[in-house]
DNA sequence: GTCTATAGATGGATAGAC
DNA sequence: GTCTATCCATCTATAGAC
């Protein structure tokens, strides 16, 4: 059966991944890891401060000396997750040349491979950011805003281009953005599909919604 | 600015609305609907029995002479909302004629019209279901996989037809689900387009994700 | 940095009067 | 059905020893 049907509970079975290079070492990056498992599956409400100690093995006290309150654990991980997602689409929008279906390909590719590679971070980091205060999520939404703009801006230059047949750029967008947002909540590995596999499917899709033909036949 | 931007916070200056109907008379259906706002902006966990008894107006005490337990209200919440799906998806695609892509038209329309009307309920049957218990959950998911099928079996029969250009049904599937799923989290009436403008586009999107021609020109 | 112990607040839920 | 009062578990966070 090919079902790829929806899980009432949040992916468990994901391996919990954070990206590299930025992860902090120690205690505090076990901290990192334990919460983002705990507040994909449960939320950052449903998860508590002993629930995160218990799964690093330490006290519940011992946080304290690596995070000054619990609301803090969730803005890093944010934080995190929409520097990852900003860095890829800005290096994509980098490497790929002047076409605007090239473009927009790379850039859509990018924001489906960041949730095929970090499914529970963008979880978090889609689904608890109402949890934060908006001095907190502010740098998260910055991030977001940029990688957001460089969509538009790649829609905009196709549209007057000429290159794509688009009737409403700001719509398209959210269209476009809304289809690798949701990647997070069903991609793993108990469907049949691989990160590429995803990625170039959903590269597929978005050329189809700008009118662009295939580039690719 | 024609901006769409994201917030932070999940909506607040939406009207709370429940289906007709099927909402409850009296104290009951007032305690539903403190419930879905608080539920909205704050989550399962992060609203308290105490906050919801102050949006009713009464005691806490007084929730337990309509509700066993608190997730008992969520419970009904997310199956409101997903009877309320099912019914208009089942209703369109009776609606509909024999052509695929009118009846593709039709469930993309009854879904984004379930996500305009009532972005709250949407929100949090999508968002909370993981706060219930599987047995809780269930009716939810049998009504969720029912109007699921209902746009595999349409994407099928038009693939199987010629009438779609379709690489991979389920995957296509699980692309227009995005589609509409997420329209629960920007749509508002802070933002410029109308409930039946989304929906338009939105169906517009669909049919150019299965590769039909526009049957309005 | 890590622990034990605990403060102080808040959580869901119940007892019993009216 | 609604209230007052309360039980008891759990929560975030802190104090202070090692």
Redesign the pocket.
């Given at each position: 059966m090919t079902q790829t049907s929806w899980d009432p509970r949040r992916l468990t079975a994901v391996a919990v991944e954070l990206p590299e290079g930025v992860t902090p070492p120690?205690?505090?990056g076990r901290i990192l890891r334990a919460a983002l498992r705990l507040f994909a599956e449960y939320g950052f409400?449903g998860?508590?401060?002993?629930?995160i100690?218990r799964e690093v093995?330490?006290?519940?006290?011992?946080?304290?000396?690596?995070y000054?309150?619990?609301?803090h654990v969730l803005a890093e991980l944010i934080r995190l997750g929409h520097e990852e997602l900003r860095r890829r689409m800005v290096e994509a929008a980098g490497a790929a040349g002047d076409d605007p279906a090239e473009q927009l390909a790379a850039l859509v590719r990018a924001q489906v491979l960041v949730h095929t590679d970090y499914p529970l971070l963008a979880l978090v980091a889609n689904h608890e950011l109402h949890a934060l205060s908006p001095e907190s999520a502010a740098p998260a939404l910055a991030l977001r805003e940029e990688a957001r703009q460089l969509l538009l801006a790649v829609l905009e230059r196709g549209a007057t281009a000429g290159a794509f047949d688009v009737a409403d750029v700001p719509l398209t967008g959210i269209a476009i953005g809304s289809l690798g947002m949701r990647v997070a909540n069903w991609f793993g590995p108990d469907q049949p599909y691989t990160r590429e596999q995803v990625a170039d499917a959903f590269v597929g899709f978005a050329l189809r919604l700008v009118g662009s033909p295939l580039p690719r036949g």
């Open positions: 120690g205690t505090r409400h998860a508590s401060i002993r629930d100690a093995g330490i006290n519940s006290a011992t946080l304290y000396a690596h000054p309150a619990k609301e």
